[in-house]
């Protein structure tokens, strides 16, 4: 049931609650006008070759004609978890509350109150952003059973407009790892195949929008962590700019770079579920103050695009993200996505960003160097087990070493090296200088293209435990995504094609990146993308029988 | 007897009745009156300045015995005086030694003692023939010394005030031996002083800090670091920095930022403390202060380096000694057996100023004066209530010792744990003294870089911890927080709006007249300066109102314990009263009198004049109905008037009591003996 049941009667019901939508969510209403009306001119029937929709609105037409009530989607989904999470495994801690919340949410349509917009939406959140009525563990041992006093401002927001917090999901520790592996609980499976891991360190998040265990999740993004795991996913994922989304709540990695970001199975649902997260937090001091434009409303359906909808649009191809050491199956994947591109009328050309390779190594430096600092109040005093020690300092030895994973004490031992004196002018201080000239050269790029492309990841989904030993290679792997989180600036990851792998192979993430807080460009282009390619389906083998009733 | 003093009995007033003068209380007014006219005059001329505007018998009584009891100024000036005038003379020498020992030991009764060696200089002086110089003891210009230290110790403390305290005898040699080795050796001295903002809400969080309370009450996920949790910057903490900055002449720094120190201690939640570390907000400015005229006076100029912004830690708790901890700074917990403690995070997060002075000091009472400067600085400001003992306002000191002429520093050694200005001359003349003496044993290597902490009971410096190189709190640039922008407009709205500071108070003080005495008193704390400052303005004459504030008003806040703004009186009505005595419309008695009932009740001098009226008349001070009343008691004593003109000149006291029986006690007790006199030697 997740194709896009949609008629012109729905239309007309929905405008009659137009009155009592709350201020906020009065933008949505009007961006889903043009979709529905289109979609009435020219039903859709055949469900394979359909182009990803919204499930958000899919879920919320079919709540406000009553076609299907609250418990009946949360159930879906429930199910749904419950058979492929042994498989999967992306949850650290499913909600016992699910089901009574869509009963609340029924009962509010049954009463004729008025809905928030992302009503009997269930929201996966990935562990290491606070919720105040389920552990956060920052998939760490050293927090196992902590649960927060507060709700992230995030997940504040979600609830506020009727989302239904479904669970908390996996990722490596901290958020530091590229696999899931790292996990201090365990190890999440791509749902394109079990053998293989999910990307990470939002894996848990990717692999649950993946399998639709979930509708939308939350992710956080700190060098790749939402784009990496949602190519090797087949979602789409989007890393907000700096500053977009308040990160109050979100336990912090590394605080320059961190920001949370948005898992869906199409673009439309991931910017909706960035409208409903965004805005200036008076809670976070980096959160900025710019206006949220509606960016659903830019959303076209395909049927009423003109030939060339794209066209004139600027496209930037980064040169060094298609050399040496990328699969060569992403890379035909990409150039065929730039030719899908060209032919929605862009302008692509290659560019080049000579700092690019800089930004690897000065993006390990800073993020470790922050982390040293961000860990370090989880001391053993005042979370997890105390280990018993007699002296204060062994007590914060012993109590560190029992709770901390190996990936996250290397980037501690990283980190304060960096920091120490005597070597912060040749660490931390120079990859702040090779961090200001990503930016120029971003800047640059930007100026010339609207959007610059390239893969979200140098291969596809890799079997677990094949970089488990090898960490430099596993670092490498983030080369494409790390020079966007220096820079601050958004990005969108869709899937855009296959290699082969698996099952039924393995889907390939293009990575669109603008200007800072030109998100609403890169989700309009995106979406328009996603509408117009041909004959893919990003729905895992995992689920695709179960979904193709 | 003592209800029957109340003019109105309670029941009166209680009863709603009217009101009326109780008749018990005219009779005893009276016959109070006649006791109070016998006692006032028999005084002399000198004496009774002591006692005039009292209102009973009881009062002069009393004035009298303060001032001639043992403990009193005058008694202490009185002593001092024969000790240092007293010579041998003829007197065989076992009497000068016997009386001047009694000297001595009336002194010591009265709590000041004379130690042995000025003892033995006094005596040997004594007994040269030639009679010296006046001993020019520090004591005859302090009887507003005292009164002024006395009356802070309501309110505030400060250097000079705990300078009067009794000190040990081990102090008064050991100053003996700064003065010495001040030829030889110079001290180096630098403070670190953190500064409690006194905001509403934490530096960081919406939480308040209130001082005392329960632990762990005063907090929330972020001042108690709770993963997920961002600070936010408390805008007030910029302000007052600037505020600070500007006050010590500093040069802002209009682009600066937060960063993070790191290290690992329970009391600090995040596992790092938020501060700023190369680019503080304020640089190279400099304080100003007079020191006090008990210590010699005179101007310093002490630098500033830096001053910046930062976030304070917790407090470490032991279970089940929670008083013992809270008086131990948490440093010293550093050493501690830690089982079992807790940490209090109300104070985690409470902003702080930095402020780090040049190492400009020489002495203890510098650094204590420095210190104390600081202090009124911030009160001025409002920006900190600079109380020492509830760790508002925290010295660390830095202080090495060199020979006269060598330029580079010594050794530095930390000393911490003073909890007052006293404790801090105290231990940073001891912590000179040692290192002195390590020099002259040539036992310099044994000065090592290190903390060491000032113990009260056994008045010592002792080490804390030794340092092992310089501690490295791999600071970096805090990246939850956005830089700290200054614009031009901002920081000059902050500098129009300062009030006038100290230094500069005291240097208007000094040219409007007062004495240093007067300008250090009134000056020292914000309130009494805007006291005196409203009490001019509204016409009120200088020098007067200066001696309202600091004797009566001062006495009376020192007794009730009580700050300048909790009284009733409002300086429009000092003024008045000033005034109102200058113009002859009241005798100074009355206006004493009607000053603590403006102090205690309110109310103008105007209707209190009027409503006294009702029940008492105010001196009498028509010089023609004081001679009238004067020739009828002549008159009336022609006996004793021929008894005077014969040599009894003794009987003077007599008459004037007589007159004073006549008016009833009214007469001017100055204008009646003026007259009396007059009368008395006039040939008839
Ligand atoms: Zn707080």
């Known amino acids: 049931m997740l194709s896009a049941v949609q008629n012109p009667r729905l239309f007309l019901i929905q405008s009659r609650f137009h009155l009592h939508f709350p201020p906020k969510s009065r933008h949505f209403h009007r961006s889903k006008v043009p979709l529905a009306s289109q979609i009435l001119t020219e039903p859709q029937t055949l469900f394979s070759t359909l182009p990803p929709s919204s499930e958000i609105l899919t879920i919320r037409k079919s709540l406000l004609s009553r076609q299907r009530t609250a418990v009946e989607i949360a159930e879906e989904f429930l199910n749904r978890l419950r058979q492929t999470e042994p498989q999967i495994r992306s949850f650290l801690h499913v909600s016992e509350n699910a089901i009574r919340e869509a009963e609340e949410i029924d009962g509010k349509i049954e009463r004729n109150e008025e809905l928030g917009p992302l009503a009997g939406v269930l929201i996966g959140v990935k562990d290491n952003i606070c919720t105040i009525d389920m552990p956060s563990t920052g998939g760490s041992r050293i927090l196992a059973n902590y649960q927060p006093a507060f709700d992230a401002t995030a997940v504040k927001k979600l609830r506020d407009q009727g989302a239904i917090i479904v669970g908390k999901t996996n990722l490596d520790e901290f958020g530091m790892g590229s696999t899931t592996e790292g996990s201090g609980f365990q190890v999440t499976s791509n749902p394109w195949d079990v053998s293989r891991v999910p990307g990470g360190s939002s894996g848990g998040s990717a692999a649950a929008v993946s399998a639709r265990q979930c509708v939308v999740a939350l992710g956080s993004d700190t060098g790749g962590s939402v784009r990496q795991p949602a190519s090797f996913c087949g979602v789409v994922g989007l890393k907000p700019t700096y500053g977009r989304v308040s990160r109050f709540g979100l336990m912090a990695y590394a605080s320059s770079l961190d920001v949370i970001g948005c898992f869906g199975s199409s673009v439309a649902d991931t910017g909706i579920l960035l409208h409903s997260i965004s805005g200036h937090d008076r809670l976070d001091a980096t959160s900025s103050e710019r206006e949220v434009p509606d960016f659903a409303a830019q959303f076209i359906s395909e049927n009423f695009l003109e030939s060339k909808p794209l066209k004139g649009l600027r496209v930037g191809m980064i040169s060094e993200t298609l050399g040496d050491g990328v699969d060569k199956g992403v890379i035909s994947s990409i150039r065929v996505a730039a030719s899908h591109l060209e032919e929605l009328g862009c302008i692509v050309t290659e560019v080049s960003l000579p700092s690019f390779s800089l930004g690897l190594p000065a993006y390990y430096i800073l993020a470790s160097s922050e982390s040293s600092s961000n860990l370090s109040r989880y001391d053993g005093v005042r979370y997890g087990n105390q280990v018993a020690a007699d002296e204060l300092i062994s007590l914060y030895g012993a109590s560190r070493a029992n709770g901390f994973g190996p990936e996250v004490k290397m980037r501690i031992l990283m980190g304060t090296y960096a920091l120490s004196a005597g070597y912060y002018d040749a660490y931390y201080k120079r990859a702040q200088q090779v961090r200001t000239l990503v930016q120029k050269s971003f800047k640059a790029a930007l100026d010339e293209n609207d959007i610059l492309i390239s893969p979200a990841a140098p291969s596809a989904a890799y079997k677990i435990g094949e970089k488990k030993n090898d960490p430099l290679a596993m670092y490498a792997g983030d080369i494409m995504t790390v020079n966007v989180n220096l820079a601050g600036l958004p990005a969108l990851v869709l899937p855009c094609g296959f290699v082969e792998g698996g099952p039924t192979g393995l889907p390939v993430g293009l990575q669109m990146i603008g200007a800072a807080f030109d998100e609403g460009k890169l989700l309009k282009v995106g979406h328009i993308f996603e509408q117009t390619l041909q004959g893919c389906r990003f729905v895992p083998p995992l689920i695709a029988d179960g979904l193709a009733c | ?684």
């Open chain 2, 1 to 684: 007897m003592p209800e029957k003093l109340h003019p109105l009995t309670e029941a009166d007033v209680a009863d709603g009745k009217k009101v009326v003068a109780n008749p018990e209380y005219i009779v005893w007014r009276q016959t109070d009156r006649l006791l109070r006219g016998w006692i006032t005059g028999t005084l002399s001329e000198e004496v009774l300045g002591l006692v005039v505007g009292l209102d009973t018998s009881a009062e002069v009584w009393q004035a009298l015995l303060d001032a001639f009891s043992q403990e009193s100024q005058e008694r202490e000036f009185y002593l001092q005086q024969q000790l240092s005038l007293y010579r041998k003379g003829n007197t065989p020498l076992v009497d000068y030694i016997r009386t001047f020992k009694l000297l001595c030991d009336d002194l010591a009764a009265i709590g000041k003692l004379i130690d042995d060696r000025k003892m033995a200089s006094i005596c040997f002086r004594g007994i040269q023939t030639r009679p010296l110089f006046l001993y020019p003891s520090a004591l005859f210009t302090r009887k507003n010394g005292v009164l002024f230290c006395t009356m802070k110790s309501a309110q505030a403390q400060t250097a000079t005030h705990e300078n009067q305290q009794p000190q040990k005898v081990s102090y008064h040699s050991q100053a003996k031996t700064l003065e010495k080795i001040s030829h030889e050796y110079e001290a180096v001295i630098g403070i670190e002083t953190h500064v409690q903002l006194s905001t509403l809400t934490k530096a960081f969080c919406s939480c308040p800090y209130l001082y005392g309370s329960q632990p762990n009450t005063c907090v929330c996920p972020i001042c108690m670091g709770l993963p997920g949790a961002l600070p936010v910057f408390n805008s007030k903490v910029i302000e007052f920095a600037v505020k600070v900055g500007l006050a010590l002449n500093c040069n802002l720094s209009m682009n600066s930022k937060f960063d993070r120190k790191q290290y690992f201690y329970p009391d600090l939640p995040k596992g790092y403390q938020i501060s700023q570390f190369d680019i503080p907000i304020a640089t190279g400015g400099f304080i100003d202060l007079d020191l006090p005229m008990e210590f010699g006076g005179g101007h310093r100029r002490f630098g500033i380096t830096r001053v910046h912004m930062e976030e304070d830690a917790g407090k470490l708790l032991h279970s089940g000694n929670e008083s013992y901890s809270q008086e131990i700074p948490y440093s010293l917990l550093h050493l501690t057996h830690y089982y079992g403690i807790s940490v209090d995070l109300n104070r985690a997060g409470v902003p702080l100023l930095e402020v780090v002075s040049e190492p400009d000091i020489r002495s203890g009472i510098e650094a204590a004066e420095y210190a104390a400067e600081l202090q009124r600085l911030v009160r001025y400001l409002g920006v900190s209530n600079g109380n020492m003992q509830e760790g508002s306002l925290r010295c660390d000191v830095n202080v090495s010792v060199r020979p006269i002429g060598q330029s580079e520093f010594g050794t530095k050694v930390e000393v911490k744990n003073m909890n007052s200005f006293s404790a801090m001359n105290r231990a940073i003349d001891f912590e000179i003294s040692r290192q002195v003496l390590l020099h002259r044993q040539g036992q310099v290597d044994q000065i090592v870089q290190e903390t060491r902490l000032w113990e009260e009971g056994a008045q010592k410096t002792v080490t804390m911890r030794k340092k092992e190189g310089l501690a490295d709190y791999r600071y970096f640039p805090e990246p939850d927080l956005p830089e700290v922008i200054l614009t031009k407009e901002y920081v000059d709205n902050i500098r129009d709006t300062l009030p006038e500071l100290p230094e500069i108070k005291r240097r208007r003080y000094e040219k409007i007249g007062l004495s240093m005495q007067d300008v250090l008193f009134l000056a020292n704390d914000v309130n009494v300066a805007d006291f005196f400052d409203a009490a001019v303005e509204k016409g009120a004459d200088v020098k007067l109102a200066a001696n309202w504030i600091m004797s009566d008003i001062a006495a009376y806040l020192k007794n009730e314990k009580l700050s300048i703004n909790e009284i009733k009186l409002t300086p429009q009505e000092l003024a008045e009263l000033i005034s109102s005595i200058k113009g002859g419309t009241i005798s100074g008695k009355i206006g004493k009198e009607i000053l603590f009932e403006l102090i205690s009740k309110g109310g103008t001098v105007k209707a209190l004049i009027e409503e006294k009226d009702l029940v008492q008349a105010s001196y009498i001070v028509d010089p023609a109905e004081i001679e009238k009343m004067i020739d009828k008691v002549l008159a009336d004593n022609p006996k004793q008037l021929q008894q005077y003109r014969g040599g009894k000149t003794k009987l003077q006291g007599f008459f004037a009591g007589q007159v004073m029986k006549e008016s009833k006690g009214k007469a001017n007790p100055g204008l009646l003996n003026k007259i009396l006199s007059e009368k008395l030697n006039a040939k008839s």
